[in-house]
């Protein structure tokens, strides 16, 4: 009986040590941040588009988590506060990208600036203007999220990420030949994208905002074409990359309690997160995290009305919510993603694992 205890405790020490051995540590992060996603906008886009719950791509990740998200001044936060708390790590007030206030003022330390410390190249995709609150967050710094043309300023000539893509144009604060003096090779639209390259590329499509997927893209290329090219771009070096994409506008449907609109974002952030699981396919160095910044509209699914009819739902607010938001992990280190929360800890898982 105690050779056979003695038998059994060798085994289990050495499954350990080999678990601990071959647990795979991501070289590249893949962020993906759906704007004013919470449980219920993923409830109602399932029900409009499969008739049923948990079909969308992420829900099937093994690892599922809850964040908190209020900020420093708030219990509910705004873009700017709750993307600088997953990119720095730090509560902020709401309006402040990436600067210790309350605190000394100073510039706080991004995920994609830690990224970049370790020879990683680095990338920001959204569907709103690239100078908007969230990418905003990773890439610059700055004490209201409405300076946009300092904000563009510090992205393309202080950070300098590899890839920017998203809305563009005067009313981002762009000026696009200065991007382009600043050594960035530049596409408008869906067919310049696929000829795009370059180590400083970036997409701005449009003036302002990119149009919403319900209403179509026209020439633009939707998320998950400007996510593919961005993976493509970045997968260049061995020390692997960080990549921020965010549906940016579930935010600004929920905002207008336009249910339609709000689903088909959702469903085009679902898709584009499809593209980046099969683009990973049996690689084991790639963390991927699908979370949202806050809850908008106050969203209640109230009943299922089956496929391609919306829900009967109700909205308690024209702004955003304290509630709690969804967290979804993938790949290599993914398994310290699950449970409860609070947004700041993404920062500090990633970081712990990656950088
Ligand atoms: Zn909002």
């Given at each position: 009986?105690m050779?056979?205890?003695?038998k059994?405790?060798?085994f289990?020490?050495?499954f350990?040590f080999l ?6 540590k ?5 962020l993906?941040?759906?704007d004013g ?10 029900y409009y ?6 079909r969308?791509s992420f829900e099937?990740?093994p690892?599922?988590?809850s964040?908190t ?9 705004d873009?700017?506060?709750a993307?600088t708390?997953?990119a720095?790590?730090?509560k902020?007030n709401n309006?402040?990208i990436s600067?210790?206030?309350?605190g ?5 330390v991004?995920l994609?600036?830690?990224a970049?410390?370790d020879?990683?190249s ?7 203007m ?7 967050a990773?890439a610059?710094h700055n004490?209201s999220?409405n300076?946009?043309?300092e904000i563009?300023?510090?992205?393309f000539?202080v950070t300098k990420?590899n890839v ?5 144009g005067p009313?981002?604060g762009i ?5 382009n003096s600043a050594?960035?090779?530049i596409?408008q ?8 390259t370059?180590e400083?590329?970036c997409?701005f499509?449009?003036?302002g905002?990119?149009p919403y ?6 020439d633009y290329p ?11 771009l970045?997968d260049t070096s061995?020390?692997?990359f960080?990549l921020?994409?965010e549906g940016?506008r ?5 905002h207008?309690?336009?249910?339609v609109?709000a689903v088909y ?13 099969d683009?990973?396919?049996?690689r084991d160095d790639?963390l991927?995290i699908?979370t ?6 106050g ?7 089956g496929?391609?009819?919306?829900p009967t739902?109700?909205w308690?607010?024209d ?5 709690d938001v ?5 790949g ?8 409860k929360m ?5 920062y ?7 950088f």
């Amino acid at each position: 009986m105690m050779k056979l205890c003695k038998k059994l405790i060798i085994f289990l020490s050495l499954f350990i040590f080999l678990s601990c051995a071959l647990a795979a540590k991501p070289v590249s992060v893949i962020l993906m941040i759906g704007d004013g996603m919470g449980f219920e906008q993923i409830k109602a886009a399932d029900y409009y588009f499969y008739g049923e719950e948990g079909r969308l791509s992420f829900e099937s990740f093994p690892v599922k988590g809850s964040v908190t998200t209020y900020s420093a001044d708030n219990d509910i936060t705004d873009s700017a506060a709750a993307a600088t708390a997953m990119a720095t790590g730090q509560k902020v007030n709401n309006g402040v990208i990436s600067k210790a206030i309350p605190g000394d003022g100073s510039n706080l330390v991004t995920l994609l600036k830690r990224a970049q410390q370790d020879g990683k190249s680095t990338g920001i995709v959204t569907t709103t203007m690239v100078t908007h609150a969230t990418p905003a967050a990773f890439a610059s710094h700055n004490l209201s999220r409405n300076n946009y043309a300092e904000i563009a300023a510090d992205i393309f000539t202080v950070t300098k990420p590899n890839v920017v893509m998203g809305g563009g144009g005067p009313s981002a604060g762009i000026v696009t030949a200065d991007v382009n003096s600043a050594g960035y090779n530049i596409a408008q639209n869906s067919t310049e994208l696929r000829g795009l390259t370059g180590e400083l590329a970036c997409g701005f499509f449009g003036d302002g905002h990119m149009p919403y997927e319900y209403d179509g893209l026209g020439d633009y290329p939707h998320l998950n074409q400007m996510a593919v090219k961005a993976l493509d771009l970045l997968d260049t070096s061995p020390a692997g990359f960080f990549l921020m994409i965010e549906g940016g506008r579930i935010d600004h449907a929920c905002h207008s309690n336009d249910l339609v609109r709000a689903v088909y974002e959702v469903k085009e952030f679902s898709d584009t997160v499809q593209v980046v699981l099969d683009w990973m396919g049996s690689r084991d160095d790639v963390l991927l995290i699908v979370t949202a910044d806050h809850e908008t509209g106050g969203l209640s699914v109230t009943s299922n009305n089956g496929v391609d009819v919306l829900p009967t739902v109700t909205w308690s607010t024209d702004y955003h919510t304290a509630a709690d938001v969804p967290l979804y992990a993938f790949g290599a280190g993914s398994e310290l993603f699950s449970g409860k929360m609070d947004n700041t800890d993404i920062y500090d898982l990633i970081l712990l694992q990656a950088f």
